[in-house]
């Protein structure tokens, strides 16, 4: 599956963005589908993921409550609503597609397909 993830830009703190992330080559429903996020000089985080089966969600406790994931099967996309922005919050934020174990769905290394980076700088 190819990922081409858009929606970045530069926002006030307290401002939103939403980003998405177009799949082609085989359907989302196939996959768990996650946002990761890196900062400059920092390691690569996980931020949301939106599992295969059952429609579950998960969130890393520093946006929970701010973003929200969500899927459309019948576009094809993924996306991360993310509310009161922090400058925290910036970073190259990437959309990634993986089968792995529920139980490691926070793992980078569970994705096997990424999308490029979409840049989000919030301003404080």
């Known amino acids: 599956v190819q990922l081409q993830a858009s929606g970045g830009g530069t926002v006030q703190a307290g401002g939103s963005l939403r980003l998405s992330c177009a799949a082609s080559?085989?359907?989302?429903?196939?996959?768990?589908m996650a946002w990761f996020r890196q900062a400059p000089g920092k390691e690569r985080e996980f931020v949301s993921v939106?599992?295969?089966?059952?429609?579950?969600?998960f969130y890393a406790d520093s946006v929970k409550g701010r973003f929200t994931i969500s899927r459309d099967n019948a576009l094809n996309t993924v996306y991360l609503q993310m509310n009161s922005l922090k400058p925290e919050d910036t970073a190259l934020y990437y959309c990634a597609a993986g089968q792995g174990p529920a139980g490691l769905l926070r793992q980078s290394s569970m994705y096997n397909n990424w999308g490029q980076g979409t840049k989000v700088t919030v301003s404080s």
């Open positions: 080559g085989r359907t989302i429903s196939s996959y768990n």
């Open positions: 939106y599992r295969r089966t059952g429609g579950y969600t």
